[in-house]
């Protein structure tokens, strides 16, 4: 029901979007959380679809944004300014809830993931 795409390998302070692509239900939230190696899941980004209201982590704030295409059913993660630090495992994730502030850091809130998409960012 949510198929992630876009990842790859790109240097430090270069750019990449995400996507993940929705279907068979109406998620009116949905989110990114990424993984690195070694380290606990973290929240990213996630947006509602009702209000277009957006949440950001602190650790990707002003160089992370995330948007979404209702038309498309796709939701999208524009990163720039890479860091080597950004390297995981990129998983979107989505629920039909429309979350508040206090839930949609939460990983599970969502009851829908995605597959996961790589990106390593270079040094």
């Known amino acids: 029901q949510l198929q992630a795409s876009g990842g790859g390998l790109v240097q430090a302070g270069n750019s990449l979007t995400l996507s993940c692509v929705s279907s068979?239900?109406?998620?009116?939230?949905m989110g990114w959380f990424r993984q690195a190696p070694g380290r606990e899941r973290e929240f990213v980004a996630a947006?509602?679809?009702?209000?277009?209201?957006?949440y950001c982590a602190d650790s990707v704030k002003g160089r992370f944004a995330i948007s979404r295409d209702n038309a498309k059913n796709t939701v999208y993660l524009q990163m720039s300014s890479l860091k080597p630090e950004d390297t995981a495992v990129y998983y979107c994730?989505?629920?039909?809830?429309?979350?508040?502030?206090?839930?949609?850091?939460?990983?599970?809130?969502?009851?829908?993931w995605g597959q996961g998409t790589q990106l390593t960012v270079s040094s």
């Open positions: 068979g239900r109406t998620f009116n939230t």
């Open positions: 994730a989505a629920t039909p809830l429309t979350l508040i502030a206090s839930q949609v850091r939460r990983g599970e809130a969502y009851d829908s």
């Open positions: 947006i509602r679809r009702g209000d277009n209201h957006k």
